[in-house]
Each structure stands twice: as structure tokens, then as C-alpha cells.
């Protein structure tokens, strides 16, 4: 009896040292931290990033619940280029096989351009934008040579649509889709696939950090139904995820109407919200 618990015990670390990882930023809060919950249900063992380290601590904790799952954090403000830098050297020699990249973190940002604050702006270009290049070109090649590997963009339903009043942001996610659409097709036939998921109104904190007020504080859908079908389809391989009936209709319309009409169109359908208040 003793010899059979042995090997159990055996094959479980076995089984758990052989298991892949996904990194995930943003992960402390709204859909990363969903995404990292999803992960972990599904058996990876997780790299976690975000700036809040009580709440980065708080949910690898909830993730290490999982069986023979390992859970690392690495707090880390990805605005700061040189601690970016940091980070991609501890990858370099983590020795771990990243199967999934989670590129999640970000901010909104609201209010008319020439009245933000140009340098958090900057700071977002830094955390959407510069973070995700730069981790995607650290962790690509070993999918690439393991013919293996999810990437995971999370955009949004402005990615199709010029946002007045959220004009860096909605540019940023923008970029990301093209970034994520460029990026798949070159990696057709390597076994690494790029997913971009992009949610519309989602009940997170997001939108009181951004600053954007909303007469229906309970509109959207909640980041665990985000993550749920973001993670699904990634891991079939799908490149566009768009979550939703109404937000799959808003793709289409920002899509099929004329560029002129779609900011306008926005505009007045923010007001009418709430949003531009």
C-alpha cells in the first residue's frame, strides 16, 4: 500500500513539474484576475503581474488553492520602462515554458485631449502597448521553437471605433487589434496563435479609475463571463473574440458604417449614457 501512495505522490510532482505556465499582467483586479481564476481551474501554473501587491498576493493565493498548481508574483508597475526591463531579465533566466501570454494590464483614460495629463497618457502607451511588445517578443520565440503557445491580447469594443473623449485609449486598443491580426497570420503554421478578446462594458472598477461616470452603474457583463469565454476560445485558437450579442452587433455597425459617422455616432451614444458627463 505504502509502495502505491509513493508512486501517486510520484506521479503527482511529476505531472506538476511538467506543467506549463501563463503569464498574466493586470492580474489583481477585474478581468486579469478572472483570467488567472480560469487558468488555474484549467491546470497552468501562474506567473502573475500587476502593481498592487496585497492584491496580486491575495489572488495567487486563491489560484495555489488548485491542485499541484504553482503560483509566482511579481509586482511590477509596467508604466516604468527600466522596471520592464527588469522583469523580461527574470523571465530570461526563470527557466520556466510559458505556454500562454496573458497582455491584460491597462487603464482608461477620460476627458477632452487637449485637457489630460500628457504624462498618463504616456504612462498608458507605456502599459498597453510597450509592455505587450516587449513581453511578446521575450516569450515568442520559445513557443515558436516548442510549435506551441497561446498569446492573449485584451482589447476591446473600441478597437473597432474612434472614441471622442477617450481618444488615447481607444487608439491604444486599436493598435492592439491590428498588432494581435498582423501578428496571427505570421504565425500560421508555427503552432502559436494570437487571440484578441475584446470585451465591451464590463463590471470591473475600470471605469471609476478612468474617471468616466455611467447613469446604469450595473451595465455590462461581469469579467468572470469575459474570462470564461476569453480562455475557451484561446485555447481552441480563435484570433477575434468579441463577447456578447450587443457587443458583436456594435462590431458590425463600427465596421459596415461610414468613418465619418462612427465617432459622432459614439459621441451621442456616450452622452445619452452618461459617460461624457
Not at 515568442?140 to 473600441?158: E, F, Q, T
Request: proline letters at 3%; aromatic letters at 8%; charged letters at 20%.
Amino acid at each position: 500500500m505504502s509502495f502505491i501512495l509513493r508512486l501517486a505522490s510520484f506521479i503527482i510532482h511529476k505531472m506538476a513539474a511538467n506543467k506549463t505556465w501563463a503569464l498574466i499582467t493586470g492580474a489583481s483586479s477585474g478581468i486579469g484576475k478572472a483570467l488567472a481564476f480560469e487558468f488555474a481551474a484549467k491546470g497552468y501554473n501562474l506567473f502573475l503581474i500587476a502593481r498592487n501587491e496585497q492584491s496580486l498576493g491575495q489572488v495567487a493565493a486563491h489560484c495555489a488553492q488548485q491542485p499541484g498548481s504553482e503560483t509566482k508574483t511579481y509586482p511590477v508597475d509596467l508604466a516604468d520602462t527600466s522596471a520592464v526591463e527588469s522583469l523580461i531579465h527574470t523571465l530570461s533566466v526563470a527557466s520556466l515554458e510559458f505556454e500562454i501570454l496573458v497582455n491584460n494590464a491597462g487603464f482608461g483614460l477620460h476627458g477632452e485631449f487637449f485637457e489630460t495629463d500628457i504624462e498618463k497618457e504616456s504612462q498608458l502607451i507605456n502599459v498597453q502597448l510597450a509592455a505587450m511588445l516587449k513581453l511578446t517578443k521575450a516569450l515568442l520565440p520559445g513557443m515558436i521553437a516548442r510549435k506551441s503557445g497561446r498569446i492573449l491580447n485584451v482589447a476591446s469594443v473600441y478597437s473597432f471605433a474612434p472614441v471622442p473623449f477617450q481618444s488615447v485609449y481607444s487608439a491604444c486598443k486599436a493598435f492592439m487589434l491590428s498588432f494581435s491580426e498582423s501578428l496571427g497570420e505570421e504565425l500560421k503554421g508555427t503552432g502559436v496563435t494570437v487571440t484578441a478578446l475584446c470585451p465591451g462594458t464590463t463590471k470591473t472598477e475600470f471605469r471609476a479609475r478612468a474617471g468616466i461616470s455611467h447613469k446604469d452603474e450595473d451595465a455590462g457583463v461581469t469579467a468572470e463571463s469575459v474570462a470564461r469565454i476569453g480562455v475557451r476560445q484561446t485555447l481552441k485558437g480563435k484570433h477575434l473574440v468579441v463577447p456578447g450579442l450587443t457587443n458583436r452587433f456594435f462590431v458590425f455597425m463600427a465596421r459596415h458604417l461610414p468613418v465619418s459617422v462612427v465617432p459622432r455616432l459614439l459621441r451621442s451614444i456616450n452622452k445619452a449614457r452618461g459617460v461624457n458627463d
